[in-house]
């Protein structure tokens, strides 16, 4: 089993910036993927940034392209949001990932094997 903690979320003006750190535990050593989805109230899940192991491949929605950056560290097994020039529209429950299969931009929220409980991400107008 994979265990996965979230931290760093919090509010923040609208054009500041938060960077999220995933922690993982347990055994991390068969996760191949790693990323985040965010939740707004009353919609779906969404797929926000993937990063592989090696972290030579990632996918981002169209919606954060240039403003976020994930990235792994995986000496600490953990994961990273860097998120910048964020909107109100980033409002949202942020939700670390992993997978033991490789990165599959297409893999819905359900089909991880192991997703974090979330920390929220409140950008002020």
């Known amino acids: 089993q994979v265990q996965l903690i979230e931290s760093g979320g919090g509010l923040v003006q609208a054009g500041g910036s938060l960077k999220l750190s995933c922690a993982a535990s347990g055994r991390t050593a068969i996760i191949e993927t790693m990323g985040w989805f965010r939740q707004v109230p009353g919609k779906g899940r969404e797929s926000v940034a993937v990063?592989?192991?090696?972290?030579?491949?990632?996918y981002y929605a169209d919606s954060v392209k240039g403003r976020f950056t994930v990235s792994r560290d995986n000496t600490k097994n953990a994961v990273y949001l860097q998120m910048n020039s964020l909107k109100p529209d980033d409002t949202a429950v942020y939700y670390c990932?992993?997978?033991?299969?490789?990165?599959?931009?297409?893999?819905?929220?359900?089909?991880?094997?192991?997703r974090g409980q979330g920390t929220q991400v409140t950008v002020s107008s």
């Open positions: 990063i592989n192991w090696i972290g030579d491949r990632t």
């Open positions: 990932v992993a997978d033991l299969s490789r990165l599959r931009p297409d893999l819905g929220w359900l089909e991880y094997d192991y």
